[in-house]
């Protein structure tokens, strides 16, 4: 342990180490670990993503107390440690910032176009409503949707089974969603009755979904390209948002063409505005709405 000067501010028991600067990451370094995350997730990362790459491998190498990007990666992809270490740097590589009705104009198209409008519109049987949250992160998105179809359906006063699966490739982002419980911030978009309704504050001030909502949301870890390895059913209503952005165009046309054949007749599968340009299915048409990219399975 090197000595500590009086003037410079550090945690006690700090190695040197973990202060000093990373060294530069030399291209082909980048395209090492670019090719790396397309192998294992399908991920695209472009030349101008380096600094991304640098700034999430560096908080990660940080914490091992690694102090150079080769160290690292012959760690990562080496032996039973290595697929240890690849589950926790994908997290920081793969989840990003997100928050409770974030997409507002989904949940809207989902409350006008896929949902009862009326008591009169309601079957006399329970209505099942099966829905798949792609790429959910830790959760607010499918939280957000479930809470949405719950509040409609109560609305209305119609029994429903609702089956929400929410996928993601980041093991620690599912453990986040089961777990249920965020900070004041992510929540900041959701009104008082839904905060009353649907979340308990607890001890620390953050806040807890409620234990009737959590039951309704299958947290699973899954890799998009690998979905056909998968027992996943026909659903009502898939969502994939800010996913496809990583991938190339092939591979954009390859999970959506998938992701069609997980549609029950009438399903629609709404992705993140811009994210596929042209794209033509057999059995999928356009559903025009605003702010959103949705189509719908005939």
Not at 17 to 22: A, D, E, G, Q, S
Not at 60 to 69: Q, V
Not at 129 to 140: F, K, L, R, Y
Not at 193 to 208: P, S
């Amino acid at each position: 342990m090197l000595p500590v000067k009086a003037t410079v501010e550090r945690l006690p028991g700090l190695d040197e180490r973990f202060i000093k600067p990373l060294p530069a990451m030399e291209p082909g370094q980048f395209e090492q670990w670019a090719a790396l995350l397309k192998q294992r997730t399908g991920m695209r990362l472009p030349d101008n993503r380096m600094s991304f790459l640098v700034t999430n491998l560096g908080m990660r190498m940080r914490e091992l107390g690694i102090a150079d990007f080769q160290t690292y990666y012959d760690y990562v992809t080496s032996g039973r440690e290595g697929v240890v270490e690849w589950g926790h740097l994908v997290h920081h590589l793969t989840v990003h910032e997100t928050r409770f009705l974030r997409h507002e104009s989904v949940l809207a198209l989902i409350l006008q176009h896929c949902l009862p409008a009326d008591p009169a519109g309601c079957p006399t049987e329970p209505l099942g409503i099966d829905v798949w949250s792609v790429g959910c992160s830790t959760g607010e998105e499918p939280y957000s949707v479930a809470m949405a179809i719950d509040d409609r359906m109560r609305q209305l006063d119609a029994a429903y089974f609702l089956g929400m699966m929410a996928s993601d490739i980041s093991r620690a982002a599912l453990a986040t969603g089961r777990v249920g419980t965020y900070s004041h911030e992510k929540l900041r978009d959701i009104g008082p009755r839904w905060l009353k309704h649907y979340f308990t504050e607890t001890d620390t001030g953050r806040f807890q979904v409620s234990e009737e909502l959590r039951k309704r949301v299958c947290f699973n870890h899954l890799n998009i390209l690998q979905v056909d390895d998968a027992p996943i059913g026909k659903m009502d209503i898939i969502l994939c948002l800010n996913l496809l952005i990583y991938f190339d165009r092939e591979q954009r046309i390859q999970i959506a063409d998938t992701l069609a054949g997980h549609l029950q007749p009438g399903g629609m599968l709404i992705l993140g505005v811009g994210e596929l340009l042209n794209w033509e299915h057999p059995h999928m048409k356009r559903f025009p709405y605003a702010n959103t990219l949705a189509f719908q399975h005939q």
